[in-house]
């Protein structure tokens, strides 16, 4: 067990002593409940790899279990949760990894409302980047989408009034990202020694970081105001050497973040906008990702809907002293239909393309439910004409396909 998972148990045992020591678990009193998913998932590589040091593993299986624990109380008002998360697979000796997602102790009150212990957050409204979501770190061997996030030790509080709901996050114990082993597939061409990743905080993974959020609604709009300062959960690499081997040295930055995530609801149109100004990594720079969702409903005189997304990716940072982005100059298109139907179906279908080196994205997500506990998704990541000097050049001929299996319990 890795001393990452033995602090997550840890913040656990101690999120469980909190309402314990207060006084205010009455014996008998609570509700338990459980849920779980079990996922069986095939990966397939239809090209051999671009590096030699990769394996050449076509089909890559693998399965994960994420379980749901809820312990409730107080008529509800007081609720521990805890979600951990297992992956064995058999293509990535990295990817094969135990989690805890989530370990937290959350009491509601009337205008208040905090959460102690091992959780994740989401903040934004876009679809293609999520600029402004920076709580949890990117468990970066689960999919290159960046979607899945680490559990993050923290201690949150929010307060609702009348000018809006002021968050304000304390974070003790910084989470390093996960990467795919040198000699798999999706691993590149060098190994990522994140055993002797570099800091610039003599803390380390120690460092307490501080956030705050504002979030309010006015009309049609929903406004988020967010600041960081901490460590980067986006790391920059290092050239070093290990035992004569080249390799690439994770440094995390220490920073401060604005964001501003902003959204408009039409009656068939979402217009999402995300922005940040960062400072710490080079010369303080600006980012953003902007678009709309239009959505046709009963399309074609069924129970389908249609929607159709254009956004625009920019980023400004320096190509020194901040972490290398495909995604500076780019162009966002996708369509999502849902079917409505019994079954849940849903496609999304989108391209991602530089408008500089013209490296392209592809990205397809399929889902449909199989009766009341199985569910069948397909996902498709493809990198079509990238050239040598666009950094998606490290993964260009690890397209994949995943087919997944997922029973709920």
């Known amino acids: 067990m890795s001393s990452v998972v033995r ?16 006084g205010t678990v009455p014996a008998g009193a609570g509700e338990l409940s459980w849920s779980a ?5 095939v990966r397939v590589f239809p090209y051999r790899p671009a590096f030699p040091r990769q394996d050449n593993d076509a089909l890559v299986p693998s399965i994960s279990v994420e379980p749901e624990i809820v312990y409730e109380w107080n008529n509800r008002d007081d609720r521990f949760t805890f979600v951990p998360f297992a992956r064995l697979d058999a293509g990535d000796d ?20 905090l959460i102690v212990g091992v959780a994740k957050v989401y903040w934004g409204v876009t679809e293609s980047r999520h600029l402004v979501n920076i709580i949890n770190q990117t468990d970066g061997v689960e999919d290159v989408d960046e979607e899945d996030k680490l559990g993050q030790p923290m201690v949150n509080g929010n307060i609702n009034t009348d000018w809006g ?15 795919p082993n040198a000699d798999a597939r999706l691993g590149g061409p060098l190994p990522i020694d994140d055993d002797n990743a570099t800091y610039d905080s003599g803390a380390e993974e120690r460092h307490v970081d501080f956030a705050a959020r504002w979030r309010k609604t006015f009309g049609d709009w929903d406004v988020g105001l967010s600041e960081f300062v901490g460590t ?8 070093g050497t290990r035992n004569g081997e080249s390799v690439l040295v994770p440094h995390y930055d220490q920073i401060d973040q604005t964001g501003l995530d902003l959204q408009f609801t039409g ?3 979402l217009w999402k906008l995300e922005a940040v100004t960062r400072g710490g ?62 079954q849940d179906t849903a496609l999304l279908a989108g391209v991602i393309v530089d408008r500089d080196t013209q490296a392209t994205l592809l990205t397809i997500e399929a889902e449909r439910r199989l009766g009341d506990s199985w569910k069948l ?16 050049v490290a993964v260009r001929n690890d397209d994949f396909i995943t087919l997944r299996l997922t029973r709920y319990f």
């Open 232 to 239: 980067s959960r986006e790391p920059r690499f290092i050239a």
């Open 37 to 41: 998913e079990v996922a069986s998932e």
């Open 281 to 342: 990594q080079g010369d303080r720079f600006f980012a953003a990702v902007g678009g709309l969702e239009h959505t046709f409903f009963g399309a074609f005189d069924t129970n389908a809907d249609i929607g159709l997304l254009a956004e625009y990716l920019y980023d400004g940072r320096d190509e020194v002293g901040a972490p290398a982005t495909s995604a500076d100059d780019d162009i966002f298109l996708a369509t999502r239909l849902t079917l409505n139907d019994e």
């Open 94 to 113: 990295a990817r094969s990894h135990l989690d805890v997602r989530e370990a937290n102790w959350l009491h509601l009150d009337d205008d208040w409302d």
């Open 165 to 179: 709901t002021f968050g304000a996050f304390v974070l003790p114990g910084f989470r390093e990202r996960t990467f």
């Open 377 to 392: 998704e397909l996902e498709s990541r493809l990198f079509l004409n990238v050239p040598s000097g666009d950094p998606l």
């Open 7 to 22: 602090r997550q148990i840890g913040w656990a045992v101690a999120v469980a002593a909190v309402p314990l020591l207060a």
């Open 267 to 269: 009656e068939a149109t």
